[in-house]
């Protein structure tokens, strides 16, 4: 079983789209994040929730909007998106504890 | 100056060879010190992490880190062609609910 789940893998789309990337755990843990890793390989935080709840929110547009239906899931929303939005999306959960990061979302906006 | 800094390389090696990675970090508060392996088109997967300043043994790796100096290593025994990924370093001040300050990692080409 796979412990940190996203969907979709890839996402191609065109710019001033609205789309969303999913991810669940089952690992149990209570917290959760969504890092951003650009062109050049850097992993940057954009936000993490801990029990549903936003506790880190980085200087992220607004565009870019999490959900946290459960501790188990946290949704990235992106409204309006742009060609500088092209980037692997990766989610990942602690609890507290060292972090477990999902295979990724390859986004790709033409 | 970046708060966590690597060399991104790539470093390329022979097969069997002793790889040394290493990162330096400016923020004095860090205590724990994670090492992550990332494959092409895969996620970070945590590899090793000590507390502290000192030494951690896990196989082939080993993880060291200075604090005084504020430097990190992480050496790979009789390297193997699979241990070619991106290495990357992420010091946290705890392993709470901080989301981690990551280096920019150290691409390794083992060659068989």
């Known amino acids: 079983d796979t412990a940190v789940s996203q969907t979709p893998k890839y996402l191609v789309t065109q710019m001033g789209n609205d789309k969303s990337i999913k991810c669940e755990q089952n690992?149990?843990?209570?917290?959760m994040y969504w890092y951003k890793q650009d062109s050049k390989k850097f992993l940057k935080i954009m936000f993490s929730?801990?029990?549903?709840?936003?506790?880190i929110n980085e200087t992220v547009p607004n565009r870019f909007s999490p959900k946290s239906p459960d501790k188990a899931h946290l949704n990235l929303h992106i409204n309006s998106l742009e060609l500088g939005d092209s980037a692997v999306y990766f989610c990942?959960?602690?609890?507290?504890?060292?972090?477990?990061f999902g295979a990724g979302t390859r986004l790709s906006v033409l | 100056q970046k708060e966590v800094e690597q060399d991104p390389g790539p470093l390329s090696v022979p097969e069997g060879a002793i790889v040394s990675l290493n990162c330096t970090y400016s923020?004095?508060?860090?205590?724990?010190f994670m090492w992550y392996r990332q494959y092409s088109r895969k996620g970070p997967e945590l590899l090793m992490y000590?507390?502290?300043?000192g030494n951690k043994e896990d196989g082939r790796f080993t993880a060291q880190v200075d604090k005084s100096s504020k430097y990190i290593s992480l050496f790979i025994r009789d390297s193997q062609p699979s241990d070619s990924a991106t290495y990357l370093c992420?010091?946290?001040?705890?392993?709470?609910?901080?989301?981690?300050?990551f280096g920019s990692g150290t691409r390794l080409q083992v060659q068989p």
């Open positions: 990942a959960s602690s609890s507290p504890g060292l972090q477990y």
């Open positions: 690992l149990g843990h209570d917290t």
């Open positions: 929730y801990n029990n549903k709840e936003l506790i």
């Open positions: 923020n004095s508060a860090f205590q724990y």
């Open positions: 000590t507390y502290s300043s």
């Open positions: 992420a010091p946290a001040g705890d392993t709470g609910r901080r989301a981690l300050t």
